[in-house]
């Protein structure tokens, strides 16, 4: 297994938060310079405490240039692989990934749209990464994975 990193997840680059409310949305962008292979992470961005997930698209050029949809991942954290994607496979081997969605929903245990990173709940900030749950017959060496999140802080309820 070998661990990458997005650009996003790399040393010091933390998303914003905003505890007053607002949606955010973030990209991060991972290059391939080697083919995945079966039980690889990729490390996309840190979603800050407090954020629930409103959204998760993964897009990407072509991973598998052999025949069918071998490679598939999940998509999910640091405490549960597939909380938000799981069997997700590249459709053949001439077109990328376009627009893989959330495909776990909040009757999963717990997971999917709108799981929070709730402060007193979790603890700390969550991490977003995908997981390969199958390699890719004939892996290219070049290409990009792009994460897009959307995540939003529930609104400050005032204090006297």
């Known amino acids: ?3 990458y990193f997005a650009d996003r997840a790399l040393s010091g680059v933390i998303p914003e938060s905003i505890f007053d409310g607002g949606d955010q949305t973030v990209t991060a962008v991972f290059t391939l310079t080697a083919a995945l292979a079966n039980t690889d992470t990729v490390t996309f961005m840190t979603i800050p405490n407090g954020a629930y997930i409103d959204d998760l698209t993964v897009t990407s050029s072509i991973i598998d240039s052999g025949v069918g949809n071998a490679f598939r991942f999940s998509l999910g954290d640091s405490n549960a692989a597939g909380r938000y994607m799981t069997a997700v496979a590249q459709p053949n081997n001439t077109t990328g990934l376009v627009g893989t969605k959330i495909n ?8 999917g749209l709108t799981y929070g990173y709730l402060i007193g709940t ?3 900030d ?7 749950t199958a390699g890719p017959t ?4 070049s290409g990009v994975i792009v994460l897009t999140a959307s995540y939003s802080f529930a609104a400050r309820t005032a204090t006297s």
């Open 1 to 3: 297994m070998t661990a």
């Open 104 to 111: 776990v929903f909040p009757t999963s245990s717990p997971g």
């Open 122 to 124: 979790n603890t700390g």
């Open 126 to 132: 969550g991490t977003i990464i995908l997981t390969v």
């Open 138 to 141: 004939t892996g290219n060496t």
